[in-house]
Structures are given as structure tokens and as C-alpha cells.
């Protein structure tokens, strides 16, 4: 089944959330896992809209932390689609930490693949991408580079675990 292609700003979507103990190491830091929670959270959300089916995340790329994030500081996460295959679509989540003054720092650029799936848990097709802005076009043929990187990797992994 074809479905309507979207625009990037249609599945867009944000999260804001207050840094508590609960989130921090024991170090006083935000716990890198609970950062890779909302981010995949997020992602989740931005496929769903896109696609308007159930999804799965298939993978995620590395996470590189750039700043240190504390208690009671603000984190937002934005992600959006960058790039969609036949069932699958990359989103891309930025995550910051936002001061008391406004101004955000990033800590974390993530790009996740996402899988739709119909009422079977089935791969289903996914609605195309329609880039308007020059970044989105630019983002979405960084998109194609993404994945053949990605389908490189597997194939290792596979012939690596067929020889042992």
C-alpha cells in the first residue's frame, strides 16, 4: 500500500525534561542510559506520526556525549526524519541542555533507524519524505550515506559470524 508522502515539520517533535536524582550517576551526572531512553522515546514518537502504524527500532548509532549534564538542568531533545527507505526511516534527535538564560549546548546527536510494522508485526511501506529546506536535503542524501555505512557493518558482522 502506497502512503502520502509527508513533510519533515509534520512528524517533528520535542521533549523537555527536568534532570532529577533519580536520572544521575554516581558521579552526579545524567546516566547516559537514561538519555538513550528519551532518545529513543522521541525517535519512537517521530516515526509514529510519520508512518501512523505501530514501529520498532532496529538500531542506533554510536552516542557521543559532548557535555555533562547536571541536576536541575533542562534537557530538550528535538528529533525529526532525515531519511526514509521502504520500511524503515532514520531520525535524527538532538539532544541540549538548556541554561537559565535560554541559550542550549548540545550534548548528544543521535540517528536511530526505525521499522514500521502493521497489525501483525509485519514490515510495512512507509510515506515518503518531502524535504522543503536545503538542510533537509542535504540531511536526507547524508541519509542514503548513513545507510549503505550501516548495511556495510551488518554484512561484517554476518561474515564474521559465519566463520566462527
Known amino acids: 500500500m502506497e502512503r ?6 509534520e512528524s517533528e517533535a520535542e521533549h523537555v525534561q527536568l534532570v532529577m536524582a533519580n536520572h544521575l550517576n ?12 528519551w532518545i ?14 505501530n514501529i520498532t527500532t532496529a538500531s542506533i548509532d554510536s ?7 547536571h541536576l536541575n538542568e533542562l534537557m530538550v531533545l528535538h528529533g525529526k526524519v532525515t531519511y526514509v527507505g521502504n520500511t524503515s526511516m532514520e531520525i535524527r534527535v538532538d539532544s541540549y541542555v538548556e541554561g537559565q538564560d535560554g541559550e542550549r549546548r548540545l550534548v548528544n546527536t543521535a540517528y536511530l533507524t526505525e521499522v514500521a510494522l502493521d497489525d501483525n508485526d509485519q514490515p510495512v511501506t512507509v510515506p515518503g519524505l518531502i524535504c522543503e ?15 549503505e555505512i550501516r548495511l556495510q557493518l551488518q554484512n561484517i558482522a554476518k561474515e564474521k559470524k559465519e566463520k566462527s
Open 26 to 37: 554516581g558521579n552526579g551526572r545524567l546516566f547516559g542510559g537514561q538519555l538513550t531512553e
Open 40 to 53: 529513543d522515546v522521541l525517535a519512537g514518537v517521530v516515526a509514529r506520526r510519520h508512518c501512523n502504524c
Open 63 to 69: 552516542l557521543n556525549f559532548k557535555e555533562a549534564v
Open 4 to 9: 502520502k508522502a509527508k513533510k519533515v515539520c
Open 133 to 147: 529546506t536545503e538542510e533537509e536535503k542535504l540531511e536526507y542524501q547524508a541519509g542514503i550515506k548513513r545507510r
